[in-house]
């Protein structure tokens, strides 16, 4: 949890009050942006307020380890003989605790418990510049797209050469990061990401992953997971798929319909008027039936009516300055709509 995150995340942990699980907040540290120009950092002074607030980021989730420790939770956990964390990315909706796991982190077969595992599933299409598993110099390690040079962006997000990715669900010791954390011994590389501020100012942010501590861990593992726990929302398309009726909510957890043929999800491309959250839900007057989709684009001010069901492959273009409206209840199928059209109720 960031500090821009921080008073918005108490509010939604509100609603579970009256559950019987405790439910612990901190903040993650905050890091200065530098001027990618003059390489100093972009703040006047250290204070996070006003204008100054811009200057300074959160440092991706490589900071767990620093602030979790610093937050006197970790030593709280071991202390209530707690000692393996789960940790997944908040925006990861298939992401839960499964106790065969954790009997395999306890259990292992060569009877040295592990210190930590990364899940990994199979690469789809939606997915090739997820961050995939190595092995080098008899350490596994974590590789992102953003530390491979140019010249060999293609052959890693080749499906046939890095056949896994990296879900972000994790299972670490918390013994292991006690001790790594104070003998200053996680080693995990820097990944420098430039961004441009709304003023135009070219900035830099040095990063890390908070995967990349597998190679600090001993016995570590890379378990191979079924997609159904890799479910991440980071845009509206992805947003799309998990509220269709490809997915249902079980036990608190979404699920792929059973009604599908084939375990797997249409890829969806949903244009720029879609981006913002508020945007996407004015364009659908209900979420359109998904279960026979397998591509999905949509560019342009194009609106959806009620009971749409979409089949096969669908793209529908609305030009610059037309306007697409697809009726309640029209069922697309192999369908490229273009031009300005209101498609008129059948």
């Not at 008073?7 to 905050?30: A, G, P």
């Not at 092995?135 to 962006?153: D, F, M």
Request: net charge neutral; aromatic share 8%; glycine share 6%.
């Amino acid at each position: 949890d960031t500090e821009n995150m921080d008073e918005d995340t108490k509010k939604i942990l509100q609603k579970y009050n009256h559950c019987h699980v405790k439910i612990y907040t901190f903040n993650q540290s905050r890091y200065l942006r530098i001027n990618k120009e003059s390489l100093l950092p972009k703040a006047k002074n250290v204070s996070f307020s006003g204008e100054n607030t811009e200057a300074w980021y959160p440092p991706s989730h490589g900071d767990i380890y620093a602030s979790f420790y610093n937050s006197g939770f970790l030593d709280t956990f071991i202390g209530e003989g707690k000692e393996y964390i789960f940790v997944s990315n908040i925006d990861n909706l298939g992401a839960k605790v499964d106790l065969y796991i954790l009997n395999h982190l306890t259990k292992p077969p060569n009877g040295k418990p592990c210190e930590f595992v990364m899940e990994v599933t199979n690469k789809t299409r939606a997915d090739v510049k997820g961050g995939t598993l190595t092995q080098y110099e008899g350490k596994l390690r974590l590789v992102e797209i953003a530390q491979v040079p140019k010249a060999h962006v293609n052959e890693f997000k080749s499906v046939l050469k890095f056949k896994i990715c990296n879900t972000n669900n994790l299972w670490i010791s918390l013994a292991a990061v006690k001790r790594l954390q104070e003998q200053n011994a996680i080693d995990m590389e820097i990944i420098v990401n430039p961004k441009t501020l709304d003023g135009g100012l070219n900035v830099i942010q040095l990063e890390t992953a908070v995967e990349a501590a597998i190679k600090s861990s001993e016995n570590s593992l890379g378990i191979n997971v079924p997609r159904s726990r890799f479910l991440p929302v980071k845009t509206t398309s992805d947003l799309l798929l998990v509220m269709s009726n490809l997915y249902g909510l079980n036990a608190g957890s979404l699920t792929m319909s059973e009604k599908l043929e084939f375990p797997t999800v249409p890829l969806v491309k949903l244009g720029s008027p879609f981006m913002k959250v508020q945007d996407y839900l004015r364009r659908f007057e209900s979420i359109p039936d998904m279960l026979e989709l397998d591509h999905l684009t949509v560019s342009g001010d194009v609106t959806f009516g009620k009971n749409v069901s979409l089949k096969g492959t669908v793209i529908i273009i609305a030009n610059h300055g037309d306007r697409i409206d697809i009726p309640p209840g029209a069922v697309l199928e192999n369908k490229i709509v273009s031009g300005n059209l209101r498609i008129l109720d059948q």
